[in-house]
């Protein structure tokens, strides 16, 4: 079967610098910091206090209240992205195929705030009084499950589920079932909101977060005094669909996707490969499936996380897997601003890299005042660059050894 082009139509975003697309790349280009001290429970006694909250939102402009109530966080905060996408896409579901309508939003935890609350009423209120929308609203599919009922979209509903990785092999997977005649459209990105008691407290005690309860220096990314990620929520939702059958309908096109590489370190838990072996052939991989060469990469938005083994082991990955242009090529992470979140990130960092192709605006690297000797790339430290972006690349690198990247191209159709 012949493989097809895929573009991107329809772009929605919920993130900790702002609640629609165009807000949050605004805030990113102009170095706007979203990290602030924790509403969403009281962690006046907790050892971390900060996170990246999305702010302002306003639910029921969006979704019925009733459906609200029945739905844990991180499925609203989806619903919410699809909406800006699915406008922005001009999409008339009367002309469609829902059968060959996907869904592809993967989360890395799903509905742990569902989870926390539901075993906490178990313990001290007894089996009894669980909810009966507990199940439905712990298991990660329930974020596409309720996009695909909105929107009728009868395809697959497959979320990756690769922790931090999870919106970018969402992305990527949804490439392939289009690209190789599957399906002719599909949403496609993450979700997460960890920001409870047991998502903060779990990340805490495995001494992955900033202690230091500074919000306006907390996530310094390859700085050499950094010490963990901030832990943050969102929403990144994208419409991809084969340029046939968006040429087809007269549909807005945004940008191309090209390439996707994906590989597992199969070496720790939780900690990068440490020649970082893996996350070199996911980029090499990502270039070859795109067929470009690495000089004509002209961005990376890095995972970034702001914890020490990341960034310099995904730093050595970028040198090995680019060579001599990884030292030519704009670097950032704009995870400095919205924090760390988790399954939803890589869509989050994807809608980033695609605005910047669109506009030739690199958003910084904020905070970023002493580089680490190892990580010695350009990082767009603290103000954002202009620049003509033909081809731009997303990383991701999760828990469990997981590492994907996404490769987007200029319009050119």
């Known amino acids: 079967m012949e493989k097809r082009r895929v573009v991107i139509t329809g772009m929605g975003l919920v993130s900790p610098v702002g609640n629609d697309v165009e807000s949050s790349f605004k805030a990113l280009v102009e170095g706007k910091n979203g990290i602030d001290f924790i509403t969403l429970m009281d962690a006046s006694d907790w050892k971390v206090k900060i996170a990246g909250e999305v702010k302002n939102l306003n639910f029921e402009d969006y979704i019925e209240k009733k ?41 890395g935890i799903g509905g742990l705030t569902t989870i926390f609350e539901e075993v906490k009423t178990s313990v001290t209120r007894g089996q009894d009084r669980i909810s009966p929308f507990f199940i439905p609203n712990s298991i990660i599919n329930m974020v ?7 929107y009728k979209a009868k395809g697959p509903n497959l979320p990756m589920v690769t922790a931090c990785s999870a919106a970018t092999n969402s992305i990527g997977e949804a490439f392939r079932y289009i690209r190789d005649g599957y399906l002719d459209l599909a949403f496609a990105g ?35 005094s950094r010490t963990g990620f901030v832990i ?116 989050i960092e994807s809608i980033a890299v695609v605005k910047a192709i669109e506009t030739s605006l690199i958003p910084p690297t904020i905070h970023l005042e002493t580089p680490d000797p190892e990580c010695d790339l350009n990082y767009t430290p603290n103000k954002y660059v202009k620049k003509d972006l033909t081809y731009g690349m997303n990383i991701n690198i999760g828990f469990g050894g997981q590492n994907a990247a996404v490769i987007f191209k200029k319009v050119d159709v």
């Open 144 to 150: 596409g499950a309720k996009i695909g009922i909105k």
């Open 232 to 347: 943050a929520e969102g929403a990144g939702v994208m419409i991809l669909e084969s340029l046939e059958h968006a040429t087809k309908r007269g549909a807005p096109i945004i940008a191309e996707i090209v390439g996707y590489g994906t590989t597992a370190d199969a070496f720790h838990m939780t900690a990068p490969d440490d020649e970082a072996n893996g996350i070199t052939k996911c980029i090499e991989l990502a270039l070859e499936d795109a067929k470009i060469k690495p000089e004509v990469l002209g961005y990376i938005n890095a995972h970034g996380t702001s914890t020490v083994l990341n960034d310099k082991l995904e730093t050595l990955g970028i040198k090995k897997a680019l060579g001599n242009h990884a030292y030519d090529i704009q670097i950032s992470s704009t995870k400095s601003m919205t924090g760390h979140a988790l399954g939803a990130a890589g869509a």
């Open 67 to 107: 459906e609200i109530r029945r739905s844990d966080r991180v499925t609203n905060l989806g619903l919410v992205a699809a909406d800006e996408a699915f406008k922005q896409s001009k999409l008339n579901l009367d002309d469609i195929d829902p059968y060959r309508f996907g869904t592809f939003v993967g989360s």
């Open 190 to 224: 993450g979700a997460e909101a960890p920001i409870n008691e047991i998502g903060v407290g779990g990340f805490a005690s495995l001494k992955a977060l900033d202690f230091s309860n500074d919000p306006l220096y907390a996530s310094r990314p390859f700085d050499q």
